[in-house]
């Protein structure tokens, strides 16, 4: 083999890993470990397009690395298989979700393999094989148990033509986001975990956390913590109260209507016959918005009347009940108070319903908007015949109003949270089954010996006409028996959420053949936390609090000994489509995308990326200064840009695809996608090649020798050591990978290059690009693989050179350099003499024009002529 060919190396080192299970991890407890883990993959029909590799790279090079500096390195990977688009698969073809599943994720391991991961492939996990999900349900009864988990009638996000509950997240303009079908609100019985018991928790857990803040802060909104009242509005003419929640409880004078939630439990009781009508077709229509929809400011406020009215405990003064969606069921009491002069929302919609408007925090005049109000304002209109705090400013104001509500018995102070219990229950087959029975009507958790309550056979997987879970189909396995009574029992039919399993899958990678409990103690012991953890910023709050939330119980039930799981988090950018250029002509001429937008009639002209070349930040037509719209887009099916690795890897090779993914930009920018520049890095790794290899013969080439190696040679060699470790530990991969194409281009300077000096550079390369490493560390002379060898220790003294650079100025403009010995850099009479004496400087100095000269040891020479 003369020539760079990847196509012949990477396969063969591909089936030495395997054979030789290079990555399986040691149980070495006596070294330091290192936990680096990838974001549990959904194995698609579609597999992998070239954004997915991007994080697994960066956590393989980190694994690497870590291995070759002496680090026990869990690296592991498995399959989060359970969800809905099997499902759906399985519905449209007959097809079961089990083999749609085991066909995805053969395809995922095959993709994952042909890339040179370093996984440990022992340890391979999937959510959907029943030795798995028989600890998910496991951690699901300790949830029961400590009464984290309940039934209940909630509102929910149903979706008639899926058949299904769907997160708020997988609901996109109030149609689901599998399928685009039309979502409605309906109550559904549903099991719920009791998140909001650890929301302090989830909140405080943060701080010693190495995150980005950006997803702290995204944590914290979710949760969203206020402090303040709740305060009790008694309803005229009934004998019932609407509590509310708020922070501001100080501007209750300027309380002048209420809203409820279209799915508040008093509207029914509340609503006058004649308004009964109304109210009703406005629900029906607040049911099919989603919760986004309901609450986007620049939307028109609608609402209606109920044609009751609540007393303001403060005023005495009876003010109107209305309905309204921008009001969530879900947040705070599902009701509010209304301060129209305080709050650009209510004053919206009491513009519109032509309602009362005060000013009762001192500030501005009102005209567009709310009035202005501040924390440093002061109270007005704020009295009654017990209490006053006008001239109060808000924080004593807040104070005496609640301590005036607690006194009359109308409110208190409290805490609140964004924050809502979780929906656990999907109306779906493929999903893990609930532990459960159900006994004369009531739930009874099955015996951990009868663990794992596994899926039925089915080959219908539809739900049934009333709505009711496809698994109340398989009535043979619905109706059993109370292990315990031996009375008639039924399974329960919802099955958990897709969440579920990757709640916990990262403790599962620790030990996943123990048989006693989700992982083995001592293993959990030495693994845990988390030390870095990689993936997409769209899983930056729901998988990461739920995860967070199973694992505080976990560590509350003494299963594990941390209290976080993952300590670093890292978001990789997203990889867009390829740049798309679109060019502008008016009557056959070109002209600028600015003057585009200003004329009519333009032609809109495609053009392809050999057509247009960067000048700056723009991109122009080449050989012309007219500037092109340069725009790319999120890979998707529907625009036709999805790339897919295997071709990449089939023309170039897995090691460029990894090191074109790395040398993009910053590990955490989004950046487009250019098949075209995948050419650079594989040009690269065959300067790499030629570097060693004969072209003739295929062996060494006789300027690899065994002889020590120059200075110079140690200098190169040095400050690339120096730049790609620092540039590793701060994940800063692109600039590492320049450091290594400096050492190249220096090195084929060389006539000679000794292994000294090539074997540390082969071991820099290898965690970007292990398969060629792995042939070159084998043709240098190495039976066992580059994997454990030893990381090259950068030395210092290496960078020193023999010799000092001087720039020398002419009146302050370099017109020269000289190189003294370094024992003769401080020597300020031979330097200037020197420095006098280049030769491009001596034509600037005449007799007697030199004025002075100026000396900085080991900077610069300065002479000043007149």
Not at 245 to 254: E, K, V
């Amino acid at each position: 083999m003369s020539s760079y060919k990847p196509e012949d190396i990477e396969s063969k080192w591909q089936e030495y890993w395997q054979e030789n299970k290079t990555f399986k991890t040691p149980e070495d407890h006596d070294k330091p470990k290192y936990y680096v883990l990838d974001m549990f993959p959904y194995p698609s029909g579609s597999g992998l397009h070239v954004g997915h590799p991007e994080g697994y790279t960066a956590t393989d090079i980190l694994a690497r690395y870590k291995r070759m500096n002496g680090f026990n390195v869990l690296h592991p990977i498995g399959w989060d298989a359970f969800g809905l688009p099997a499902e759906q698969y399985a519905v449209k073809t007959g097809t079961h979700p089990r083999d749609t599943t085991q066909q995805n994720v053969n395809r995922f391991r095959e993709q994952l393999q042909d890339l040179g991961f370093s996984y440990d492939w022992d340890r391979e996990v999937n959510t959907t094989d029943p030795d798995y999900y028989k600890w998910t349900q496991w951690i699901f009864l300790k949830l029961y148990e400590k009464g984290l988990a309940y039934e209940d009638d909630v509102p929910v996000n149903w979706c008639p033509e899926l058949g299904t509950v769907l997160a708020n997240e997988e609901v996109i303009d109030g149609k689901s986001e599998v399928g685009g079908f039309p979502v409605v609100k309906k109550p559904m019985r549903q099991w719920v975990l009791k998140i909001t018991e650890y929301a302090d928790r989830l909140l405080e857990g943060l701080d010693d956390l190495d995150w980005p803040e950006s997803t702290k802060k995204m944590q914290r909104d979710w949760i969203g913590k206020s402090i303040g009242a709740n305060i009790d509005f008694e309803v005229a003419n009934y004998d019932e109260e609407i509590r509310v929640f708020t922070t501001r409880p100080d501007t209750i004078f300027g309380a002048t209507y209420m809203v409820l939630a279209p799915e508040h439990d008093l509207v029914d009781k509340i609503t006058t016959d004649d308004q009964k009508e109304a109210v009703q077709a406005y629900q029906e229509e607040a049911a099919r918005k989603s919760d986004l929809e309901r609450t986007e400011l620049s939307d028109e406020k609608t609402g209606v009347f109920t044609g009751a009215s609540a007393i303001n405990p403060a005023t005495g003064e009876e003010i109107p009940i209305l309905v309204a969606d921008y009001v969530l069921v879900t947040y705070g009491t599902g009701a509010i108070m209304a301060v129209p002069g305080h709050d650009d929302r209510d004053w919206e919609f009491a513009q519109k319903f032509d309602l009362d408007i005060i000013e009762v925090v001192k500030g501005g005049d009102v005209s567009e908007g709310a009035y202005t109000d501040t924390e440093e304002g002061t109270l007005v209109n704020s009295e009654n015949d017990e209490i006053s705090l006008n001239g109060l400013p808000v924080d004593e104001a807040i104070e005496e109003i609640t301590n005036w509500l607690e006194k009359v018995d109308r409110g208190e102070k409290a805490v609140n949270y964004k924050l809502r219990d979780w929906l656990f229950s999907r109306q779906r087959y493929w999903g893990e089954p609930f532990p459960i029975i159900h006994v004369d009507g009531e739930p009874k958790p099955v015996g951990e010996d009868n663990l794992p309550v596994t899926l039925p056979e089915m080959d219908d997987f539809e739900p049934t006409e009333d709505g009711e879970p496809p698994l109340a189909k398989a009535t043979d396995w619905v109706n059993t028996k109370d292990p315990e009574t031996g009375k008639p029992a039924k399974r329960e039919t919802n099955t958990m959420p897709q969440w579920a399993g990757s709640c916990w899958y990262y403790l599962r990678y620790c030990s996943p053949e123990f048989s006693e409990g989700p992982v083995d103690p001592d293993e959990e012991n030495y693994w845990m936390p988390v030390d870095m953890y990689v993936g997409g910023a769209e899983h930056s709050v729901l998988h990461l609090l739920y995860a967070r939330f199973w694992h505080k119980v976990l560590y509350d039930c003494s299963v594990v000994s941390t209290k976080e799981p993952f300590q670093r988090l890292v978001h990789q950018g997203m990889i867009l489509g390829e740049m798309e250029f679109t060019g502008f002509k008016k009557d056959g001429n070109w002209i600028s995308a600015d003057a585009a937008d200003e004329v009519a009639e333009v032609e809109r002209v495609k053009l392809s990326e050999d057509q247009v070349e960067k000048e700056g930040d723009n991109f122009v037509i080449k050989d012309t200064e007219i500037t092109v719209d340069a725009k790319a887009h999120k890979m998707s099916k529907s625009r036709g840009n999805v790339v897919n690795p295997d071709d990449i890897v089939d023309q170039y090779g897995a090691d460029s695809m990894r090191l074109y993914e790395m040398f993009m930009g910053p590990l955490e920018q989004v950046k487009p996608w250019s098949t075209q520049d995948v050419d650079g890095v594989y040009r690269f790794l065959g300067r790499v090649w030629r570097l060693m290899i004969d072209e003739d013969s295929g062996g060494l080439k006789e300027s690899v020798i065994d002889s020590d190696p120059s200075k110079e040679q140690l200098k190169v060699l040095h400050e690339c050591i120096q730049k790609v470790t620092g540039d590793i530990e701060e994940l800063s991969f692109n600039t590492a990978i320049s450091a290594m194409m400096i050492f190249v281009n220096e090195a084929n300077k060389w006539d000679q290059h000794p292994k000294a000096v090539l074997e540390p550079f082969i071991k820099l390369l290898s965690p970007f690009a292990p398969h060629i490493a792995e042939e070159l560390w084998s043709k240098l002379g190495h039976d066992e693989s580059i994997t454990y060898a030893e990381w090259p220790e950068f030395n210092e003294e290496y960078l020193i050179s023999d010799t000092q650079l001087y720039p020398i100025q002419v009146n302050g403009k370099v017109r020269g350099e000289i190189h003294v010995p370094r024992e003769k850099a401080k020597d300020k009479e031979f330097v200037l003499s020197e420095a006098k004496a280049e030769e491009n400087v001596k034509k600037y100095l005449e007799d007697g024009n030199l004025v002075k000269e100026i000396f900085v040891p080991e900077r610069i020479v300065n002479l000043v002529v007149k």
